[in-house]
């Protein structure tokens, strides 16, 4: 059904506004007694084999919506009843701002895939930490892990970056499960020098300073995003670093700048201009990305997996290749409210055809063997 919606709906409409239509929709459904109901048994059943816990969480299972989709984060029970088994906002900036002028989002339909350089738009952190605080006053919320995803604000200066994220953590870090520093978007002018370790030390330094100075109750685990697009010995690098900070986990990876190897032709490919790519054509470098990791850093780091993942099949990859949790976005766009529910059943099935007992017995299974 969705399939036949998105080709004769959602294709013919400005991405943008395609977004804010569905984004409504789902935070509709969340309000809505009976439809609380009906889809969180249709849409999200819970598989009890599949249950996963990460930096000290627990899942109903290893596959969340990853940070971008619901940047000032009004939609997390909505998009929980939709299956996710966590949800990733953002990203928030210290300081709300409208990002790039549109139009900044584009779908490239034959390789499933979208060019998005919306520039970190959202509400600021004061905004969305009221947002979330209100959420936790509710009546009714769904009980769904989530993470905070913070940014640089465009208009803050490189060298007083570490402050604005600073800033970001003092008013998140108690209403959040986890955080997560992103340094890797190519859509904020000089945001990427910051994964340069020499840059990066400092700035997670400060951040985990500033979460543990904030929330004294428990450790907010704490997560850095990087590009697909480094040099592996600056992968190398940052997973050395992360190891040497005692950070909680490493999300890989973000939307790349290349272009290369795309089915759509080049005259649209240019027609989109500069941008993250994400989808589809992500899937072979945020895999090769994952596996460096792993074999950098196994089992003292969680490894979260993103990027091309639109089967249960991608999932299970990267869940062998050493991702404890998976995200997706892209292939949300594409496949509807039903794909977390084929995402699921997929995976129940793959484990039990496997000869792991959880999902924990096969993360990081395929370089186990590998070095067997």
């Known amino acids: 059904m969705y399939p036949l919606f998105f080709r004769l709906v959602f294709r013919h409409m400005d991405p943008e506004k395609a977004h804010h239509l569905a984004f409504g929709w789902i935070r509709a459904l969340a309000s809505v007694p009976g439809a609380r109901a009906l889809a969180g048994a249709v849409l999200a059943p819970r598989r009890p084999g599949l249950a996963t816990t990460a930096f000290g969480l627990t899942m109903p299972g290893p596959f969340g919506l990853a940070a971008g989709f619901d940047k000032n984060a009004r939609a997390i029970d909505g998009l929980s009843l939709l299956g996710f088994d966590h949800v990733e906002v953002g ?63 465009k208009a803050v200066p490189e060298a007083e970056a570490a402050a604005d994220y600073v800033l970001s953590t003092q008013r998140l870090a108690g209403l959040a499960d986890y955080l997560v520093v992103n340094v890797s978007s190519p859509n904020t002018p000089g945001l990427r020098n910051l994964q340069a370790v020499e840059h990066l030390r400092p700035l997670l330094a400060a951040v985990r300073e500033a979460a543990d100075r904030t929330v004294t109750d428990r450790r907010v685990p704490l997560l850095v995003k990087i590009a697909p697009d480094l040099a592996d010995a600056d992968v190398d690098a940052v997973a050395d670093l992360a190891v040497e900070l005692g950070l909680d986990g490493i999300i890989a990876t973000n939307t790349t700048i290349s272009r290369e190897g795309l089915a759509t032709d080049a005259a649209t490919v240019e027609a989109a201009g500069a941008g993250g790519l994400s989808g589809e054509p992500l899937k072979a470098r945020s895999l ?85």
């Not at 990203?91 to 979208?114: E, I, S, W």
């Not at 594409?334 to 000869?355: I, T």
Request: no cysteine; net charge positive; aromatic share 8%.
């Open 91 to 153: 990203t928030v900036t210290g300081q709300a701002q409208p990002g790039n002028p549109p139009k900044r989002l584009f779908r490239l339909l034959a390789d499933r895939a979208l060019v998005n350089r919306m520039g970190f738009n959202n509400d600021g952190s004061a905004a969305v930490a009221a947002g979330l605080h209100d959420r936790t006053r509710r009546r009714w919320r769904r009980d769904v892990v989530v993470g905070v995803n913070i940014g640089k604000t």
């Open 288 to 372: 090769e990305v994952l596996r460096r990791l792993y074999a950098r850093v196994g089992d003292r780091i969680t490894l979260v997996g993103v990027g091309g993942v639109t089967t249960a099949e991608d999932a299970w990859e990267r869940i062998l290749a050493g991702a404890t949790l998976v995200q997706g976005y892209s292939a949300f766009i594409y496949q509807g409210p039903f794909w977390m529910r084929r995402v699921h059943r997929g995976l129940a099935r793959l484990l039990a055809d496997s000869p792991y007992a959880t999902v924990a017995d096969a993360v990081g299974a395929e370089n186990r063997k590998a070095t067997a």
